[in-house]
């Protein structure tokens, strides 16, 4: 059974870097993409950006600029790294494995606030 | 950006009813439409792929149509483990987007 294990610090200031990792186990980490999603009560699901097990990464153009993905294949992990973050980035976020284009298998969300 | 408009926000049921969700993409997406159904506190999870295919696990009673840029989800027999809130959420080659909700309750 696939599980994808989140961890990561749940309280940030303005302007500070989020960072959340997402583990893997119970399946292949080849042939995936791996995603970031985040909710918001206001603005619902977004995702965030994708990425395979080569590294190769594509995010959401509305966060492109302080959005980086990578990824760690022999640990089975990939990361999540959003920078300057604001209120307005306080989200429950989602790492989930994607395959002929649905989210298969969810992370069990992390809640990320964002408060001086 | 493609986007994805459910209606109706809410919807209210009973057990046992035929409960239909719809979903309009803002510009045709093939039949590159998954459908979602997530409870409080917990991740989404997918039902539906490509616009019709039901995913391993999922009951029957849970089906999907549509192609191009409308889209439907239909519940044939309302179960109480289905009063959740349901997204649909569409895939394209630059990036993926979901729909705002629905709201299923009694």
């Known amino acids: 059974q696939v599980q994808l294990r989140q961890r990561g610090a749940g309280l940030l200031k303005p302007s500070e870097t989020l960072s959340l990792t997402c583990g893997v186990s119970?399946?292949?980490?080849?042939?995936?993409?791996w995603n970031w999603i985040r909710q918001t009560p206001g603005k619902g699901l977004e995702w965030i950006g994708e990425?395979?097990?080569?590294?190769?990464?594509k995010y959401n153009p509305s966060l492109k600029s302080r959005v980086t993905m990578s990824v760690d294949t022999s640990k089975k992990q990939f990361s999540l790294s959003l920078s300057f973050v604001t209120a307005a980035d306080t989200a429950v976020y989602y790492c989930?494995?994607?395959?002929?284009?649905?989210?298969?298998?969810w992370g069990q969300g992390t809640l990320v606030t964002v408060s001086s | 950006d493609i986007q994805m408009t459910q209606s109706p926000s809410t919807l209210s049921a009973s057990v046992g009813d035929r409960v239909t969700i719809s979903c309009r993409a803002s510009?045709?997406?093939?039949?590159?439409l998954a459908w979602y159904q997530q409870k409080p506190g917990k991740a989404p999870r997918v039902l539906i792929y490509?616009?019709?295919s039901l995913e391993s696990g999922v009951p029957s009673r849970f089906s999907g149509s549509g192609s191009g840029t409308e889209f439907t989800l239909t519940i044939s027999s309302l179960q109480p483990d289905d009063f959740a809130t349901y997204y649909c959420?569409?895939?394209?080659?630059?990036?993926?987007?979901f729909g705002q909700g629905t709201k299923v309750e009694i």
């Open positions: 989930a494995r994607s395959v002929v284009g649905r989210m298969e298998y």
């Open positions: 119970g399946g292949s980490f080849s042939g995936y993409y």
């Open positions: 990425i395979d097990h080569g590294g190769s990464a």
């Open positions: 510009q045709s997406i093939s039949n590159w």
């Open positions: 490509k616009a019709s």
């Open positions: 959420q569409q895939y394209d080659s630059y990036s993926w987007t």
